[in-house]
C-alpha cells in the first residue's frame, strides 16, 4: 500500500502532528505484519507490510526543526522495516521542507519550482547570556548535521553549503538536477528489504 503525505504550508506543532500520527500508524501495523510473519513457519506465507511506499507531497516555507527531527526519527524507523519513501515538489520546498526532501529516497521536483537552504534560524530571549552561547553551540552541531544530511544526499559542493550559511540558496529545477536533488527511481539502485 502506498500512503500519501501532504506538508503543504509552515511545518508548526499543529501541522507536524498528522504528519507524526501517519507515521506512527503505519509504524504500528507494520509492525504487527512482522511479529505476524515471523511466527509464521514458511516465508511463501508471509503477508506484505501495510504499508511499503511513503509519498510526501511538499510545498512548505519550512518550519519547526524540533517536529521534523521527530519525523526524520520515524523514516528511518520505517526504512528498516522496508518502507520506501519518495517526494513530489510542485511549488516550493524551503528550509524544514527542503531537508525533508533529503530523507527520500526518491525525489520528483516540478519544472516550475523553487527549493531553498539556509542555515538554520535562532532568536533568543534569555536573561543569562550564557544560556544564549550554550544555545547557540548546540544548533550549531544540529546544523553541521543537517548540512552532512545534504552532501551525503547531493552532489551540492561543501564550499557553496559554507558560502550560503549568511545567505539563503535558491534552486530551480535546473540547479536541481545538476546537484542531484531530482533523484528519480531510474537513476537510483534500490533493494527493497523482504
Same mark, same amino acid.
Not at 508548526?12 to 512482522?34: C, F, G, H, W, Y
Given at each position: &500500500?502506498?500512503?500519501?503525505?501532504?506538508?503543504?504550508?509552515?511545518?508548526?506543532?499543529?501541522? %507536524?502532528? *498528522?504528519?507524526?500520527?501517519?507515521?506512527?500508524?503505519?509504524?504500528? +501495523? !507494520?509492525? %504487527?505484519?512482522?511479529? !505476524? !510473519?515471523? /511466527?509464521?513457519?514458511? $516465508?511463501?506465507?508471509?503477508? *506484505?507490510?501495510?504499508?511499503?511506499?511513503?509519498?510526501?507531497? =511538499?510545498?512548505? *516555507?519550512?518550519?519547526?526543526?524540533?517536529?521534523?527531527?521527530? =519525523?526524520?526519527?520515524?523514516?528511518?524507523?520505517? +526504512?528498516?522495516?522496508?518502507v520506501y519513501f519518495s /517526494?513530489?515538489?510542485?511549488?516550493?520546498?524551503?528550509?524544514?521542507?527542503?531537508?525533508?526532501?533529503?530523507?527520500?529516497?526518491?525525489?520528483?521536483?516540478?519544472?516550475? %519550482?523553487?527549493?531553498?537552504?539556509?542555515? &538554520?534560524?535562532? /532568536?533568543?530571549?534569555?536573561? !543569562? =547570556?550564557?544560556?544564549?552561547?550554550?544555545?547557540?553551540?548546540? +544548533?550549531?552541531?544540529?546544523? $553541521? $548535521?543537517?548540512?552532512?544530511?545534504?552532501?551525503? @544526499?547531493?552532489?551540492? *559542493?561543501?564550499?557553496?553549503?559554507?558560502?550560503?550559511?549568511?545567505?539563503?540558496?535558491? &534552486?530551480?529545477?535546473?540547479?536541481?538536477? @545538476?546537484?542531484?536533488?531530482?533523484?528519480?527511481?531510474?537513476?537510483?539502485?534500490?533493494?527493497?528489504?523482504?
Open positions: &500500500m502506498v500512503q500519501y503525505i501532504d506538508l503543504t504550508g509552515e511545518l508548526t506543532l499543529e501541522s %507536524a502532528q *498528522p504528519i507524526i500520527d501517519t507515521l506512527m500508524d503505519i509504524r504500528v +501495523k !507494520n509492525e %504487527a505484519v512482522i511479529l !505476524n !510473519n515471523m /511466527a509464521l513457519k514458511y $516465508k511463501e506465507s508471509h503477508e *506484505p507490510l501495510y504499508c511499503d511506499q511513503v509519498v510526501f507531497r =511538499i510545498n512548505s *516555507p519550512g518550519g519547526d526543526l524540533y517536529k521534523l527531527f521527530e =519525523i526524520f526519527d520515524l523514516i528511518d524507523i520505517l +526504512k528498516d522495516e522496508g /517526494a513530489e515538489v510542485s511549488s516550493i520546498a524551503y528550509s524544514a521542507g527542503f531537508y525533508l526532501l533529503m530523507k527520500m529516497d526518491e525525489r520528483y521536483i516540478s519544472e516550475w %519550482a523553487s527549493i531553498m537552504y539556509h542555515s &538554520m534560524l535562532t /532568536a533568543h530571549d534569555y536573561i !543569562n =547570556i550564557y544560556d544564549a552561547f550554550d544555545d547557540v553551540d548546540k +544548533k550549531i552541531k544540529l546544523q $553541521k $548535521k543537517l548540512d552532512q544530511l545534504v552532501l551525503d @544526499n547531493t552532489s551540492i *559542493p561543501k564550499e557553496l553549503l559554507e558560502k550560503h550559511q549568511k545567505q539563503d540558496l535558491y &534552486m530551480d529545477y535546473d540547479d536541481c538536477v @545538476n546537484f542531484g536533488i531530482v533523484k528519480e527511481y531510474d537513476d537510483i539502485e534500490y533493494d527493497k528489504v523482504e
